[in-house]
């Protein structure tokens, strides 16, 4: 379990990393979008579309980090009724159910991408490159609930004052 820790840490980290960089790289083009728009009547070419992109990278690396702090959206109505020591033991098959769901998710993801990739037009290729963050997002995200089901419940950490 020491592996998979760590691997979840490691993980983690370079995705801070990544969610940060796209959300400081989204507020400056967002902000000299509108600039230049509102000052000097002109807009940065592709800007719109890049800001798309990096909403959805965003959004990932969120989801991710939201996994990972037992905060993400909870459907299990039912646990608001059970005790605690029933939650606990729905602890792990409920990332299991949360990793074959975004596993298949991912697979749809990477159906559409692959046929996106095959018919588009080689001056737009690189946007379709861009629009690998929907496989390889909800992979990570397949990826961090089974770890967090094998890894099991983490210690409760102190939340913010």
Same mark, same amino acid.
């Given at each position: 379990?020491?592996?998979?820790?760590?691997? !979840?840490?490691?993980?983690?980290?370079?995705?801070?990393?990544?969610?940060?960089?796209?959300?400081?790289?989204?507020?400056?083009? @967002?902000?000299?979008?509108?600039?230049?728009?509102?000052?000097?009547?002109?807009?940065?070419?592709?800007?719109?579309?890049?800001?798309?992109?990096?909403?959805?990278?965003?959004?990932?690396?969120?989801?991710?980090? @939201?996994?990972?702090? !037992?905060?993400?959206?909870?459907?299990?109505?039912?646990?608001?009724?059970?005790?605690?020591?029933?939650?606990?033991?729905?602890?792990?098959?409920?990332?299991?159910?949360?990793?074959?769901?975004?596993?298949?998710?991912? !697979?749809?993801?990477? @159906?559409?991408?692959?046929?996106?990739?095959?018919?588009?037009?080689?001056?737009?290729?690189?946007?379709?490159?861009?629009?690998?963050?929907?496989?390889?997002?909800?992979?990570?995200?397949?990826?961090?609930?089974?770890?967090?089901?094998?890894?099991?419940?983490? @210690?409760?950490?102190?939340?913010?004052?």
């Amino acid at each position: 379990m020491a592996l998979l820790a760590d691997i !979840q840490a490691r993980l983690l980290r370079m995705e801070r990393w990544l969610g940060g960089t796209c959300l400081l790289l989204l507020l400056i083009l @967002a902000l000299t979008q509108i600039v230049a728009r509102n000052l000097f009547s002109i807009g940065l070419p592709m800007a719109d579309t890049l800001t798309r992109y990096l909403v959805l990278y965003v959004t990932f690396f969120g989801a991710i980090l @939201a996994i990972h702090g !037992q905060r993400h959206i909870s459907l299990d109505v039912l646990c608001v009724w059970l005790g605690e020591c029933w939650r606990d033991r729905l602890h792990r098959p409920l990332h299991f159910i949360g990793a074959l769901v975004t596993a298949l998710l991912c !697979q749809a993801a990477w @159906a559409y991408w692959w046929d996106e990739w095959t018919y588009v037009a080689d001056d737009e290729r690189w946007m379709t490159l861009l629009a690998l963050i929907l496989p390889v997002g909800f992979g990570l995200l397949s990826l961090h609930f089974l770890l967090a089901g094998l890894i099991g419940k983490p @210690a409760a950490e102190p939340g913010p004052p």
